[in-house]
């Protein structure tokens, strides 16, 4: 989850916290400040306009933050500036603060790269951002011939029509590549487009050999912003990898086609949690709809449709309604989901918990999920999403929470929020989509709205998360548990570093004690 903990954390500790009111910015003009802006999740290219054929005018470093001046139609590309340079930046590389949609679209461009091929001949290079799967064929749905790591630079010898697959030649194995996660040199359509060689296309949603199976019993996985540190990963124990990605009315599914990608390439499941803008004041359900189609057409192992509901941040106050969540979302969401790839993981929402309710901006999580269950939730999901991320005391501890004023209230602790959830739903997996402990350990002190935290230290947090995971997994109720977070940097006001198991200078506690369950 992207989400930032001080709202939600703070909601159960300060009531006026969670009472904020949605807004309706007015759009600027392009070019102009806008309020939103993004950070970038990795090393971007700057592209003179909103494509990967456009000219590369220069870079931006991974963790910047940086005002959004305009937008494409879609939402895919960002109009920023960095420094001197003016240009463009692929939007699934970066994190969006503020409402995208409130950002004007533009077509300014510079320059489209100069094209240098012609013919049969090809002097247009790719270079892989990420190690790579050659693929027999144009999509992710071919099969896996080899690899290519990042960094190698190849010719492209041929491409598919729409120019995002790349025909090359690696180590003496022809095939197909994302071009999308190269760094092009040249211009990919004066490449000619080419069958190639290969297999054909299957009928059937995309299967990925050499991926580990998807399995009935307990599986580990980590959110990350960036895929950095797969070894870790791989290390602890992990099998899936978790993003989170905005949707907005109007945006391509293949959007996400690089996140699959990548995390197919390095050997990954992908969960994809989608939900959308903060404080939405109306939510475009069909648009949603055939937007999670698009994804799990694509190949995506696991899909969470939506997140936090019964929050104003996440769902129009006034409208919290488990109802409308099930009829209007989950269930047509699931038939669509299901339509395009059967082997998609459909998982309900994880609410935000919290006792408090003011039946207009937040609910309860206990009584939104009784609403849930009374809506039907239950046929259409294949695991009920769960969040717990604001335990300071051990798992097998339900009391002395630094924040538990003596009433015991169940979200500060893991067996009471496993309880309600379990007991809701007595005849549905879970899976926990976000569990973290944080501590300031290396980073100094925690804001005030996580004071509980200050006495979790790194080998608490490494013992707790191991003790979560074999917990769990000896219920025979969970499928699925998400580490929040592997490598987070951020620390400030939202302190997300400070749940990151990879820890300052890179260790990682952590993943030697989940690989001791895990094994």
């Known amino acids: 989850m992207s989400r930032p903990r001080l709202w939600r954390i703070a909601a159960l ?27 970038t999740t990795a090393r971007l290219v700057i592209r003179s306009g909103p494509g990967r054929e456009y000219q590369d005018i220069g870079r ?17 590309w960002l109009l920023i500036q960095y420094g001197g340079t003016r240009g463009w930046i692929a ?4 994190r969006i603060y503020g409402n995208l949609n409130t950002v004007p679209v533009t077509d300014e461009t510079g320059s489209a790269a100069q094209g240098t091929a012609s013919g049969g001949g090809s002097s247009v290079t790719v270079t892989p951002t990420v190690g790579l799967v050659i693929r027999s064929g144009p999509g992710t749905g071919y099969r896996r011939l080899a690899g290519i790591p990042a960094g190698v630079t190849v010719p492209v010898e041929g491409r598919n029509s729409s120019g995002t697959w790349a025909f090359i030649t690696y180590n003496g194995t022809q095939g197909w590549i994302a071009a999308w996660l190269t760094r092009i ?11 190639g060689q290969g297999g054909s296309a299957p009928a059937a949603a995309p299967s990925y050999a050499g991926l580990p199976p998807i399995t009935r019993g307990f ?3 980590g959110q990350t912003h960036t895929l950095d540190h797969p070894d870790a990963m791989r290390q602890a124990g992990m099998t899936w990898v978790k993003f ?63 997140n936090e509901m019964n929050l104003s941040r996440e769902w129009p106050a006034g409208q919290i309604s488990p109802s409308s969540y099930v009829n209007n979302m989950l269930a047509p969401a699931y038939r669509a989901i299901k339509a395009a790839n059967p082997n998609t993981i459909v998982i309900a929402g994880a609410l935000a918990p919290t006792g408090v309710d003011d039946n207009y901006s937040v609910w309860s999580d206990a009584r939104y999920l009784a609403g849930m269950r009374n809506a039907g939730a239950a046929y259409y999901m294949d695991c009920l999403g769960v969040h717990y991320n604001a335990g300071a005391t051990p798992p097998d501890q339900s009391y002395g929470h630094p924040a538990d004023p003596g009433a015991g209230h169940y979200s500060w602790y893991f067996w009471p929020t496993y309880n309600l959830y379990a007991g809701t739903f007595p005849r549905t997996q879970l899976c926990y989509t976000e569990l973290g402990y944080l501590s300031p350990e290396g980073y100094g002190s925690l804001p005030p709205m996580f004071w509980w935290g200050s006495g979790t230290s790194v080998g608490e947090q490494a013992a707790w998360l ?3 995971a074999e917990a769990l997994r000896s219920t025979g109720r969970v499928r699925l548990m998400i580490v929040f977070n592997v490598d987070f940097t951020v620390w400030g006001d939202d302190p997300q570093a400070g749940y990151a198991i990879i820890r300052p200078g890179g260790g990682c506690p952590a993943c030697d004690a989940l690989a001791g369950v895990m094994r």
């Open 60 to 76: 931006v470093p991974f963790n910047t933050r940086l005002p959004v001046l305009g937008r494409n139609a879609s939402g895919s």
């Open 219 to 221: 599986m580990l996985g």
């Open 244 to 306: 989170q990605h905005k949707w907005s009315p109007g945006q391509d599914p293949a959007i996400l086609a690089g996140r699959i990608e990548q995390a197919h390439a390095s050997g990954f499941r992908v969960l994809l949690s989608i939900p959308g803008a903060a404080y939405p004041s109306s939510i475009d359900f069909a648009d949603y709809v055939n937007f999670v189609r698009g994804v799990a057409a694509l190949g995506a192992d696991g899909i969470e449709v939506w």
């Open 466 to 468: 191991a003790r979560s």
């Open 185 to 195: 040199n040249g211009d990919i359509n004066a490449v000619p487009v080419t069958g």
């Open 91 to 94: 939007a699934w590389y970066a």
């Open 13 to 39: 500790i300060l009531v006026l916290a969670l009472i904020v009111p949605a807004t309706g910015a007015l759009a600027a003009s392009p070019g102009q400040e806008t309020g939103v802006t993004a950070l």
